[in-house]
């Protein structure tokens, strides 16, 4: 055995007895729900010479995992909420967002490959070409049946081990949605605030890592929302209506025009230039 491969095989055993360290938390609570996945070994070096930029890899001490194809809801979900952090955090100048197969390296051997992270200004410096070599500041994983193990047992321990601030877990095909914020190096659940007036689907969740974004429950449950009209809506709703005046305003005639247009005409204008102006 090389002395390469050696100390790969110790950091796999530091970290067995980490999760172990772990029962009783959530990785325990989903005990049985085995994932499917493609298991070999390879080294950190290898993993960044060949992993692929249209499949998911991610590596955990010396074991590359081959993500299988995700379903349509799944991915459908992915890019609606990629769609509306993107457009709220670039619009608010608050960091970057990005999407998977972008790398995480956590540390040595450990690289995930999150659905979507958000990364604040202040923490930028550590963005490098092909990987973002750091802990983000948000973190969101939308689950497969395939992967409810990995997402919530192996990464649930890793991410708050590692200082995640915020990591969400949504499952689409069960409708069931998770946020978990850190406090005192733990990760807590934090609980939608229903309107007991209007319903349980009115349900918002208040996003503590990005000021000021939140999500309806109702977005994330029903698929209507996904569409292209519907989240330029969402999108208008995040931002509001005097940011995107100066957003994408033209000098004196946008201070003429745009202010008396009702709101469903302006949100159409902004559908039509697919808020170039606004997130690009």
Known sequence: MSKSEGMVKER????????????????????????QEEVHYMSEEEFLEKAPDNKVWELRYGE???HSPVRVKHKSLDIFLSYIIFGYVNAKGLGRVFNSPMAVKFERDLIYEPDIFFVRNTNLGKVEEVIFNGVPDLIVEVISPSMIRHDRGTKFVDYERFGVKEYWILDPQKKQFNFYQLKRGKFKEIKPIFSHLRGEGMGIYKCKEIKGFYVRMDWLKDEKYWSEQNVNKIIYELIGK???YELIGKGEIAKDILPALEDEELIDIIGKERLKRLIE
């Open 12 to 35: 796999a055993v530091k970290y067995e007895v980490v999760h172990q360290r772990h029962k009783g938390t959530e990785a325990q609570r989903h005990k049985g729900t085995e994932a």
């Open 64 to 66: 590359l995992i081959i």
């Open 242 to 244: 005097k940011i995107i």
